[in-house]
């Protein structure tokens, strides 16, 4: 496979081509050859890699994936991916949940630290809920789960410290999945510049969802405001558009 | 007949264009904050605006396939597009035999075979009507479906060529296409070389027909340079920041 490496970090749009499958004569190439990895984005259609969306080209050197960065509205399931969620309904031992998704994923009702089927959430439609995605198949509905994972510490769901879990109070604001993406990067300052007007907790879901809460609701109305304005401006748009905004606090 | 100068004695048609010259175009992507992706699209005098949302669960029982998506297109034009003002008919044979068309045209370039039982729509009304306005639809559905971020083998450009009084021209107008002469709308993946679409009205000779099919893939490679020339730029805008009109 003979990658273009001068279009990563390049615009693409849908049918440019990424690369060409070389078919090599030589012996001594085939042991070089290395098999290339794609990701979202780009597809094999008829021996050429094709971008198949708009966006950037990248190059991922930790998983050594060529993907392509996007920013879309609508959410598809993945594996692993942590998502803000609304109670539809209770069928049987399971709770059928809103994730933005084609289909409603399903929860089971013991899928909380320390649930059992006698102590378990109470949740009615209407309830949020930060989960983790452990099924996501074309195929098949996908499915959540608020065990915490490897990284996250397990803490049971009714003390109320666990990552995942039932979220009480506060709101939530839909935004494009660029932006949450952008929200969860550890070296996103807009959080950090919020958190220095005033005190909040937020979960952000890659679904496109953020739940943000904090003591005093006019507090959350003014956060909730600063990040769908957030989405429209640049660095120096967002500091004059925080300093508006909580001046009156 | 007609006392019409389609094409003046210096080869300039009604509106002052060369023969294979299109019409200006300018565009705008994601208008709507409801819709998945959403475009607006003028070519000359012609306005259309085009809405998709998917793939989201199927509103018709029934009507799922376990294996792909199932692509609803909706043409219609606004009762104000015309001349004179138009009943609402939206579903009057015109406009659905376009957006059955439009749908085929889509069916074959989007990838559906990723989002099994589910929908993808396309809506595209058109504001104002000045020829050529499925050629336009298919235009503003393509920059809808870049904007809502669906996955397509390749970018779908489309554009319509006649004859009139023995010349071949690019991109009728409203005036031209009621000439009477045929009209060929042709819509294309400009890098693959493929046609997704090809109709024509009225009757050509062999030689006539090969001049006007020219003309026309000329004219959607025209378009597409105009298109993808902005569309860049576009992309930038959109992974960096999603700015929206509303």
């Not at chain 2, 029934?62 to 909706?74: P, Q, T």
């Not at chain 2, 493929?194 to 009225?202: A, F, G, T, V, W």
Request: one cysteine or more; glycine letters at 8%; proline letters at 3%.
């Amino acid at each position: 496979m003979d990658i273009d490496k001068s279009l990563i970090n390049t615009s693409l749009l849908p049918g440019d081509i990424v690369g060409t499958v070389v078919q090599s004569t030589s012996t001594e190439n085939e042991g070089k050859q290395q098999p290339v990895r794609i990701g979202p984005g780009l597809t094999l259609l008829d021996d050429t890699l094709v971008a198949v969306k708009a966006g950037k080209l990248r190059y991922d050197t930790l998983t050594k994936r060529y993907f392509l960065e996007n920013n879309q509205k609508r959410y598809i399931c993945a594996v692993g991916d942590m998502v803000v969620g609304t109670i539809k309904e209770t069928v049987g031992e399971s709770f059928r949940v809103d994730i933005g998704t084609a289909h409603s994923a399903l929860l089971d009702v013991t899928g909380f630290d320390g649930a059992s089927r006698r102590n378990r959430p109470d949740l009615f439609p209407g309830d949020l809920i930060y989960a983790r995605v452990t099924v996501a198949n074309k195929d098949l509905e996908p499915e959540i789960t608020c065990l915490s994972s490897q990284g996250t510490a397990r803490r049971d769901w009714i003390t109320g410290q666990s990552v995942f879990g039932p979220l009480k109070h506060g709101f939530v604001i839909n935004c494009s999945l660029g932006m949450s993406r952008r929200l969860l990067d550890p070296n996103c300052e807009l959080f950090k510049q919020i958190g220095d007007k005033c005190s909040f907790e937020a979960a952000v879901g890659m679904n496109g969802r953020v739940w943000i809460t904090s003591e005093d609701s006019r507090d959350i109305v003014l956060i909730s405001n600063a990040l769908e304005y957030s989405q429209h401006l640049d660095d120096q748009g967002i500091e004059k558009m925080l300093n508006t905004l909580f001046k009156s606090r | 007949m007609s006392k019409i100068e389609f094409i003046s004695p210096e080869g300039l048609r009604v509106d002052g264009r060369r023969p294979q010259e299109v019409r200006k175009i300018n565009y705008r992507l994601n208008l709507f904050s409801r819709a998945d992706g959403s475009a607006y699209y003028e070519q000359g005098n012609t306005r259309v605006l085009a809405a998709v949302y998917g793939p989201r669960q199927v509103t018709r029982r029934g009507a799922s396939k376990h294996d792909r998506a199932i692509i609803n297109c909706e043409y219609s034009m606004a009762t104000f597009s015309t001349g004179e003002r138009r009943k609402s008919a939206k579903r009057d044979r015109r406009s659905t035999e376009i957006s059955v068309v439009i749908r085929q045209t889509f069916e074959s370039v989007i990838l559906t075979h990723l989002y099994p039982r589910t929908q993808i729509d396309i809506f595209m009304q058109v504001l104002q009507a000045d020829g050529g306005t499925r050629c336009a639809c298919i235009n503003a559905a393509s920059l809808a479906l870049i904007d809502a971020g669906i996955p397509m083998r390749d970018f779908v450009v489309s554009c319509a060529a006649g004859m009139i009084d023995g010349v071949a021209l690019t991109d009728l107008n409203y005036i031209e296409d009621s000439a009477g002469g045929p009209d060929l709308p042709l819509a294309i993946l400009p890098k693959q070389n493929k046609i997704c679409l090809l109709q024509m009205d009225s009757k050509l000779t062999i030689e006539q027909y090969e001049e006007v099919m020219q003309m026309a893939v000329e004219g959607c490679k025209q378009i597409h340079a105009v298109l993808d020339a902005k569309l860049k730029d576009v992309t930038d805008q959109l992974v960096n920041k999603r700015k929206t009109l509303l």
